[in-house]
């Protein structure tokens, strides 16, 4: 299918959104103007075929395809585009004054269209040329004033101008590398020295920060330099003491912090995405919740909710729910944040989350592409994972509710899975729950939904009693991809809830041969074993913190669980367990939401088994390879940011 006729299939409404590599798989080579007056063309007839019934919101996505290629294609006519936009600008003017006897409600197509103007300005203030009056400015301190004391006042008053780029985007300090080379070759002493200080100068600003991509950059330019001052014996002994001067360039520019390495470059290796793209960051500020938009074939959840995390939780994803019966038998609601109530599952940001593989968090900050410093790597931006898409105290959210029927002696006797409309009544942290466990709490709802979540977590335990040594190892794990294994108060509740909504999922997949993506864990018995004796062994040695490390090396040893198309959970042992509880940090529970999306929430046909299958087998291998790579790369993060 032609780009053109995928994104007008999207337009009329008849076919997903086109994904950005598709875009830029269909430009070839000084073909992006081409794509642009696709989009513009596009855009244009669909606002003459403009109605009271139609949105503009296809026709703004479309314009940010042109952003895209803005601020990524150097190969764009610009003044075309300027030109493009300008027209498309007065069409709109002329469509609502000639509608004005058409339409019967001039106000809504004067509203729709003021969505694809203030898109236009957007593109017309990205279009214009990038302004290099700072550069310009300290350019002419560099070379033409040449001294050292006004460029250590500018950069006092400025310290952005240490990282300034000219209209080429070369760097202040790669280009003052080029100054400093040329004055090499003509043998100016003087300005040898001036250079030398100006990048030392520089070199000492706080501000300064080069890339490791950059500094590369900047030791190409100095040893193909090196080499024509070398390219012979004879020439290397003629230009010896230029060559010393080099060198001593070479040692400078080697020496820039190396323990500051771009965390881009270490991520490129692994292929981890740190940043989103600008369209993906814009599609999650847009994102419509219950307050604002109507999602009317979901549940209402009139239960009263509780979330249970750690106290700086950004992402809440998950939230419970207990009340008694008049059987005596407990309900169990399990409240997970939906992902695919607000995106289709085929659309980038989705996509782009599963290729992350889960969110990372980092030994140490990392400084965004925004200035801010972040612990976490996320799977989708932060306006949907910590706010839009978080189940927030008092907020109306999109999720999938797992409700249970629990008898005393453990047993599920009923089970429902809905897609609903949830409302955190409280957040509360793991110690103020336990406070709550111990000494109860005045709000009636909140004391009586702790004491049922407590009274149904020690139900559900009974059925549920995983290996003494899987238990111990994976206690204190910071690992997300792992099920985090408390025994106590709170934590137990919250693992209890999570290890039943999990198996009971993968169990009805398994029933109704469905496909599943299921957690596996397997042991070798025999090394099991080993490890047991090893640990009674020395546990009348250690105690205290030092058994608590023991585990940690232990852990380093025990095998891992993975993800497969078939096999039991060994650890927990139980025969079938999945990921589903955790979206906004896991992909392999975005996968899941989508088994259910359809194998649950309708009767699936076999092509659509067929072809979820082939998802399911094909993720298992991605999402598995992901985790080596992932891990590798906070390793190698932490060891090059070391203090």
């Known amino acids: 299918m032609s780009i053109e006729k995928a994104l007008r299939n999207y337009l009329d409404g008849n076919g997903p959104k086109v994904k950005n590599h598709d875009l830029f798989h269909s430009i070839e080579e000084d073909n992006s103007n081409a794509i642009i007056n696709v989009l513009f063309k596009l855009v244009n007839e669909d606002v003459d075929d403009i109605c009271e019934a139609k949105t503009t919101d296809r026709d703004v996505e479309v314009l940010k395809y042109v952003e895209l290629l803005l601020k990524n294609n150097d190969g764009v006519n610009r003044k075309i585009v300027a030109r493009k936009l300008l027209k498309l600008y007065e069409k709109l003017d002329r469509v609502v004054s000639e509608?004005?006897?058409?339409?019967?409600?001039?106000?809504?197509?004067?509203?729709?269209?003021?969505?694809?103007?203030?898109?236009?300005?957007?593109?017309?203030?990205?279009?214009?040329?990038?302004?290099?009056?700072?550069?310009?400015?300290?350019?002419?301190?560099?070379l033409e004033m040449k001294d050292i004391s006004y460029l250590e006042y500018a950069f006092s008053k400025v310290p952005t101008l240490t990282n300034v780029k000219d209209k080429d985007e070369v760097p202040l300090y790669r280009n003052i590398i080029r100054s400093f080379l040329l004055s090499i070759d003509e043998e100016n002493e003087e300005d040898i020295f001036y250079f030398q200080n100006l990048l030392q100068l520089i070199q000492s600003q706080q501000s300064f920060d080069i890339s490791n991509t950059e500094k590369k950059a900047c030791l190409e330019e100095i040893y193909k330099f090196i080499n024509k001052l070398s390219y012979n014996k004879k020439a290397e002994k003629k230009n010896h003491k230029k060559i010393e001067f080099v060198s001593s360039l070479v040692e400078q520019v080697k020496g820039i912090q190396d323990d500051k390495s771009n965390i881009e470059d270490i991520a490129s290796q692994y292929d981890i995405h740190i940043y989103f793209d600008p369209l993906q960051i814009e599609e999650a500020k847009l994102v419509k919740t219950p307050m604002n938009g109507s999602f009317g074939d979901r549940k209402v959840v009139d239960d009263y909710t509780v979330s249970i995390d750690k106290a700086d939780a950004i992402e809440i994803d998950d939230l419970l729910s207990?009340?008694?019966?008049?059987?005596?038998?407990?309900?169990?609601g399990v409240h997970i944040a939906s992902v695919l109530g607000y995106f289709p599952y085929e659309s980038d940001i989705v996509q782009e989350a599963i290729h992350r593989n889960q969110a990372i968090y980092m030994p140490q900050v990392y400084q965004s592409n925004e200035n801010d410093f972040c612990r976490t790597i996320p799977l989708f931006p932060y306006d949907f994972a910590a706010d839009k898409g978080s189940l927030k105290e008092g907020e109306k959210r999109l999720a999938r509710s797992y409700y249970f029927e629990i008898d005393k002696d453990g047993n599920v006797v009923d089970e429902h899975f809905y897609k609903t409309i949830v409302v955190n009544n409280k957040k509360l942290t793991y110690d103020e729950a336990n406070k709550i466990i111990s000494k109860g709490v005045e709000d009636k709802k909140l004391n009586d939904t702790i004491k049922n979540l407590e009274e149904v977590a020690k139900r559900i335990e009974k059925n549920y009693r995983g290996t003494e040594l899987y238990e111990k190892v994976k206690e204190n794990t910071d690992d997300v991809s792992e099920l985090r294994v408390k025994k106590v108060g709170s934590q137990n509740i919250v693992y209890q809830a999570m290890l039943l909504t999990g198996n009971r999922v993968a169990d009805y997949c398994y029933s109704h041969g469905y496909p599943c993506l299921y957690r596996v864990h397997e042991v070798n018995e025999e090394n099991n074993r080993k490890l047991q004796d090893m640990i009674e062994t020395l546990n009348a040695t250690y105690s205290g913190e030092q058994f608590k490390n023991l585990y940690k090396i232990i852990e380093s040893i025990y095998p891992k669980g993975w993800y497969g198309i078939e096999g039991r959970h060994s650890g927990l042992d139980i025969d079938h367990y999945c990921h589903c509880t955790s979206l906004l940090r896991r992909a392999a529970d975005i996968i899941m939401e989508h088994v259910l999306e359809v194998?649950?929430?309708?009767?699936?046909?076999?092509?659509?088994?067929?072809?979820?299958?082939n998802e399911i087998s094909n993720r298992c291998q991605e999402i598995n390879s992901k985790q080596s790579s992932i891990d590798y790369f906070v390793k190698e993060y932490q060891k090059k940011h070391r203090r």
């Open 99 to 142: 509608g004005r006897k058409k339409f019967v409600n001039v106000k809504k197509i004067e509203s729709e269209f003021n969505k694809i103007r203030r898109e236009i300005d957007v593109l017309m203030e990205l279009n214009e040329e990038k302004d290099t009056k700072q550069y310009d400015f300290i350019s002419f301190l560099v």
């Open 322 to 332: 207990c009340k008694k019966l008049s059987n005596g038998n407990l309900l169990l």
């Open 599 to 613: 194998c649950y929430d309708k009767t699936p046909t076999e092509e659509e088994l067929e072809e979820l299958r």
